[in-house]
C-alpha cells in the first residue's frame, strides 16, 4: 500500500507561482514507478497534469506546457509541481498520483487562481 499527502495548495492571483508537494508513504514505496499529478475542475472530469517516471521521464499536459515543472526527490519519496503564470482556468483540485501495479490518490488541494 502507499498512502499519499499533498500540501502547498491556496489562493493566488493570475501571473503567480506556487509549489505543490506530495510525499509518498508505505509498504509499496520502493515498487513506485510513476508519480505525477492530476487535477479536476467544478463540473469537469480529472485530467493528467505532470507525471514523472522513476527514471526522470517527465510528462506534461499541453495546456500546462512552459510553465508548469514536475521534479521528484527520490531520498524523500517526494514529488513537486512548480506552478508559474498562473491562469484562472488553472484553478481545481489537484491530485498527487503514484503507480506500481496499482494507481493511488491523494485526497487532493485546492488551488485557485483569482484577481
Known amino acids: 500500500q502507499v498512502q499519499l499527502v499533498e500540501s502547498g495548495g491556496g489562493l493566488v492571483q493570475p501571473g503567480g507561482s506556487l509549489r505543490l508537494s506530495c510525499t509518498a508513504s508505505?509498504?509499496?514505496?520502493?515498487?513506485?514507478?510513476?508519480m505525477g499529478w492530476y487535477r479536476q475542475a467544478p463540473g469537469n472530469g480529472r485530467e493528467l497534469v505532470a507525471t514523472?517516471?522513476?527514471?526522470?521521464?517527465?510528462n506534461y499536459a499541453d495546456s500546462v506546457k512552459g510553465r508548469f515543472a514536475i521534479s521528484r526527490d527520490s531520498a524523500r519519496n517526494t514529488v513537486y509541481l512548480h506552478m508559474e503564470y498562473l491562469k484562472p482556468e488553472d484553478t481545481a483540485v489537484y491530485y498527487c498520483?503514484?503507480?506500481?501495479?496499482?494507481?493511488?490518490w491523494g485526497r487532493g488541494t485546492q488551488v485557485t487562481v483569482s484577481p
Open positions: 498520483t503514484a503507480r506500481d501495479t496499482l494507481d493511488y
Open positions: 514523472i517516471t522513476r527514471n526522470w521521464v517527465p
Open positions: 508505505g509498504s509499496a514505496v520502493a515498487s513506485i514507478s510513476l
